[in-house]
């Protein structure tokens, strides 16, 4: 598309030209308070718009000023008055038009027949597509299906992909924070009762320490804004990270710890804590519960620093500067993102940096908490509607009384939605994770015992990458064994080319989240409309048109199913139903545990429009309509009165003016029969009304509220969760740990704790161990590699390595690899090498590898490599573009493409939640010229392993 003006051509011509500049200069002063009729009217008369919309690049949630003429985007300006970013962006921020107009987008539906894509329409894609499933429920029951939804579309799309596989009658629905922060919902919910950042970006700037356990400055740039500010108070920043990053470069303390070993490393801190009598003793006893055994495991002789520089490789003298800094710098707060959560015990790594800061007395203040920063830029609000397939919305779990909740908010009868499912007990029943659908859908080829009646025969890839799930190969393998694979993206997303099959595949052109409209939710648990700039390009459509279509579809094979499904919007067609009424009608409506019911959308747009009233201080209004509301209206927000919580459990303010408290969520006694309830301000959740307040409809919790009271109590935060794996946490080895000599003292758990079943799939980690113990293979494998970000892609990289900025920025998969180890290995900077992991032996004959350019760089340690996670498009050395659609008038290829490291992840699984281990893994590097020389050499021990896996039946 050629844009006809030039940014300066339009400065000079357009009248709106001079109240851009002209307010972005007051702005710039902070002294200017324009009102929003004014921009109107000026841009009513010059036709240009500003568009105000939110970056789709990741969860900082940044809001940005689109510039737009005759339906076109032209180019960005700042939203100076958004309190989370001030107008400044990242460079996937900056860059967002060219997404929109993307030389690489899908234009219009596709099929692959014969071998070669085909175009079809609309109308015959969603037949083909409803009648598919039809035949394979009548043949194989619901369960066949598995529908990979996404963190990628709004809140209320997000919702309605939930609720349609409950209306199809099946679990097996899953999405990225499967593999992203399942173990933070796990970790930080089980510790003090939600599962989610507990502050937000801003409020970093009020921190006196922060400790970070991820690389922010790359991963999350602009919230780099915050911590600088806060930096420039005083703060000071400590950086746990196996890589010297940017983060570690700007960090007063870097602990470059073994991945892997953050428990071990956190302990090292707490048990100097503890030494020292430098806990916040008034605070473990009035707010939380079970510090005693915590204790016990914390004092142990294998948490002294000196054994902690054993495990983790961080000196001792380093432990304790931490620690001293940490007690002596309050509030601190700890940051974190995948570096922690993706381990095979991710939920009690997140569960130890809870616990650090209930010993340090820093949870529920300002500068303090947990803050997990999540990546998609809507994860947190897919995450809370429940895209998963343990849960239903807003995280009711899948029991009977769950079901009926939202029965009743869907206006259906509970009866009807029970016969959708092959039984009631499967209605109950956690359904396959993004870590191992594969298994589900290869299990007929190998053999495999599956929880369910019958294997996955087909697959909705809904708006999720494919690069960011480990165990690339089985996953490759269950996308060429199904009947049908049905892609929905905006770009060729790579689920649809990396397959080597001649059909059954069909790929329908979602349009991007600046076509469409819907709420958005940041890391921080603040909801943002994001408007439409332009219309849908090309022969584009919105998910939600999407989802609708399809449902109507199949209202012809399942009569009846669009009037249910739609049964609270009176009977409207796909394309009238707005994103709003989805919103107040029913998410708003049923979220009553997480405290959406005040987050109208009303209040969130008008929110928008008196933005300059907010203070990016503490994201609170200060004068106009809005005036107290914090920007937006984060979780708990109990009714359309309350201003929201920005800070989880803050109980030294007013519930209606934010407090909260820890949650009453595991009764009222701890099983030793200690009391859970607050020793500051006891309070059951249940004690006013005697409302069973989760399932309460319609309540709107006035009398809580006026009295102080909060709706879901005021508990005790845990530092013994009875109920977990680990009920404290303690550290373990990775499944494939480079370790041998600590496997058996700190071995992974045991095949029992995953049950007979666990999503599903079998999981037997502890025989998977024993058997990489018994083969000893880490001579042939020496090296650990870990993966991340880099800052101008994301995710799987569809969307970002198709934008001509971007990819011009950064064109490049690679391995970062030391001097020290590439001399060893006679690789130079720049040479292609092999990658390889002792991964997939367990059901193939090779090993996984990768093919990437090497980076040698002393930003790793001599042990370590490091390959971003983004990329695709070549599999195994092999470019697979040719199966990407290509036509007379479109080229869906990606500009930029290379090997996706997922391939060479090592097994393991979060007994929790299933996370994936994509943070510890082992590996050899070699020129890729020597990698058969590297196989032949090592032919025999790599018999070995495959034998000890087979014996061990480490899959069955
Ligand atoms: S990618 Fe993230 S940090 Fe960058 S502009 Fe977008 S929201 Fe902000």
């Known amino acids: 598309m050629k844009l006809k003006l ?188 939600y599962g989610a950042m507990t502050n937000n970006f801003n409020d970093i700037r009020n921190a006196k320490c922060i400790i970070f356990f991820s690389n922010p400055s790359e991963a999350h740039p602009v919230s780099f804004y915050h911590i600088y500010e806060a930096k420039k108070r005083g703060a000071i920043l400590i950086c746990c990270d196996p890589r010297f990053s940017r983060t570690a470069a700007v960090s007063d303390l870097h602990l470059q710890f073994r991945p892997g070993t953050d428990i071990a490393l956190v302990y090292g801190i707490c048990h100097e804590i503890i030494k020292n009598g430098w806990y916040d003793e008034e605070f473990i006893r009035q707010r939380t519960y079970g510090f005693e055994y915590f204790k016990e495991e914390v004092m142990k002789e294998d948490y002294s620093p000196e054994n902690v520089e054993k495990i983790t490789g961080v000196p001792a003298e380093k432990i304790r500067r931490a620690a001293y800094i940490l007690a002596h710098n309050k509030p601190a707060t700890v940051q974190y993102a995948m570096g922690a959560t993706q381990h095979p015990y991710g939920s009690q790594n997140i569960r130890s940096f809870a616990i650090l800061q209930l010993l340090l007395g820093n949870a529920g203040k300002p500068g303090g908490g947990v803050n997990a920063f999540r990546g998609h830029d809507n994860v947190q609000g897919a995450t809370d509607m429940c895209v998963l397939s343990h849960s239903l919305p807003a995280y009711y779990g899948l029991s009977e009384a769950a079901w009926k909740h939202w029965c009743k908010v869907w206006n259906v009868d509970y009866e009807w939605i029970k016969s959708r499912f092959s039984s009631e007990e499967m209605m109950q029943k956690k359904g396959f994770t993004m870590s191992r659908f594969a298994v589900g859908a290869t299990a007929e080829k190998y053999g495999w015992k599956l929880d369910q009646p019958s294997p996955i025969k087909v697959i909705i890839w809904w708006g999720h990458s494919t690069a960011s799930i480990g165990d690339l190969k089985l996953v490759k393998e269950a996308f060429e064994s199904v009947e049908l694979l049905v892609v929905v993206d905006p770009f060729v997303e790579t689920a649809a080319a990396l397959p080597d099959r001649p059909d059954g595949i069909i790929i329908l052109p979602a349009c991007t989240e600046y076509e469409g409209e819907g709420f958005v939710t940041n890391s921080g648990r603040q909801i943002q409309w994001r408007n439409r700039v332009v219309s849908p390009r090309f022969d584009s459509r919105e998910d939600m048109w999407i989802l609708l279509k399809l449902v109507e579809k199949l209202d012809k094979y399942d009569p009846g199913l669009y009037a249910k499904f739609t049964a609270n919007f009176g009977g409207k067609k796909p394309e009238e139903i707005r994103p709003e009424e989805v919103w107040d009608k029913e998410i708003t409506v049923g979220s009553i545990t997480i405290g959406m019911l005040g987050q109208k959308s009303w209040r969130i747009k008008r929110q928008q429009e008196y933005d300059y009233t907010f203070s990016e201080e503490d994201c609170r209004a200060y004068g106009g309509p809005c005036d107290g509301e914090y920007w937006g209206l984060p979780w708990p927000c109990w009714n359309e009165k309350h201003p929201g919580t920005p800070i989880l459990y803050r109980n030294d303010i007013p519930v209606w003016d934010g407090g909260h408290d820890f949650r009453v969520k595991w009764g009222t006694k701890a099983p030793d029969g200690q009391s859970l309830l607050s020793g500051v301000n006891p309070q059951d959740q249940l004690s006013i009304n005697g409302v069973k307040w989760v399932f309460a409809i319609g309540e709107t919790f006035e009398d809580y509220i006026k009295n102080n009271m909060v709706p879901s109590g005021r508990g005790r935060a845990r530092f013994y969760a009875w109920n977990m794996k680990d009920p404290v946490p303690k550290h373990r080895e990775p499944l494939y740990s480079p370790r041998l000599d600590l496997i058996e003292k700190y071995p992974i758990y045991e095949d ?205």
């Open 6 to 193: 030039t940014r300066r051509d339009f400065l000079k011509t357009s009248a709106i030209s001079l109240a851009v500049a002209g307010g972005l200069l007051k702005y710039a002063r902070g002294d200017i308070v324009r009102k929003a009729e004014e921009v109107q009217k000026k841009e009513q008369e010059s036709g240009y718009k500003l568009v105000k919309t939110i970056c789709t690049g990741c969860a900082v949630g940044c809001g940005m000023l689109a510039v737009v003429k005759d339906d076109q985007w032209l180019w960005i300006e700042p939203w100076i008055n958004n309190p989370i970013n001030r107008g400044k962006l990242c460079c996937k921020g900056a860059s967002a038009n060219y997404i929109v107009h993307s030389p690489r987008r899908l234009k219009y539906p596709m099929i692959k027949r014969n071998g070669k894509w085909e175009k079809i329409s609309w109308d015959e894609a969603l037949e083909i597509i409803a009648k598919k499933l039809y035949e394979v429920r009548q043949k194989y029951g619901p369960d066949a299906v598995f529908f990979a939804g996404s963190a990628k579309v709004s809140t209320e799309m997000a919702y309605l992909q939930r609720k349609f596989m409950a209306f199809w009658g099946s679990n097996n629905i899953d999405h990225q924070a499967r593999i992203c922060h399942s173990t933070t919902v796990a970790g930080l919910g089980n510790t003090w009762g």
């Open 752 to 956: 029992e704790k995953y049950g007979d079943f666990h999503y599903r799939v079998k999981i037997k980690a502890r025989s998977w161990q024993i058997a990489w113990l018994n083969a000893k293979m880490t001579e042939v494998f020496p090296l650990i590699w870990t993966s991340g970000r880099q800052v101008e892609h994301m995710g799987g990289g569809a969307e970002t390595r198709s934008n001509p900025i971007l990819a011009e920025l950064q064109p490049h998969m690679y391995v970062e690899i030391n001097p020290k180890t590439a001399n060893e290995r006679g690789i130079k900077d720049g040479d292609m090498v092999a990658v390889i992991s002792p991964r997939s032996l367990e059901y193939d004959d090779t090993p996984a590898y990768i093919i990437v350019r090497a980076r040698v760089t002393p930003a790793v340690p001599e042990w370590l490599v490091f390959t971003p996670y983004h990329w695709a498009g070549q599999f195994q050395g092999k470019p697979y573009l040719d199966r990407f659609p290509v036509t007379d008038d479109m080229d869906t290829r990606p500009i930029v493409y290379g090997d996706s490291c997922n391939i060479v992840n090592p097994p393991g699984w979060d007994p929790e939640t299933q996370m994936q281990a994509t943070k510890s893994g082992i590996c050899n590097v070699v020129r890729a010229d020597k990698l058969q020389e590297f196989l032949s050499q090592y032919k025999s021990k790599i018999e070995q392993l495959k034998a000890e896996l087979r014996k061990m039946k480490v899959m069955e």
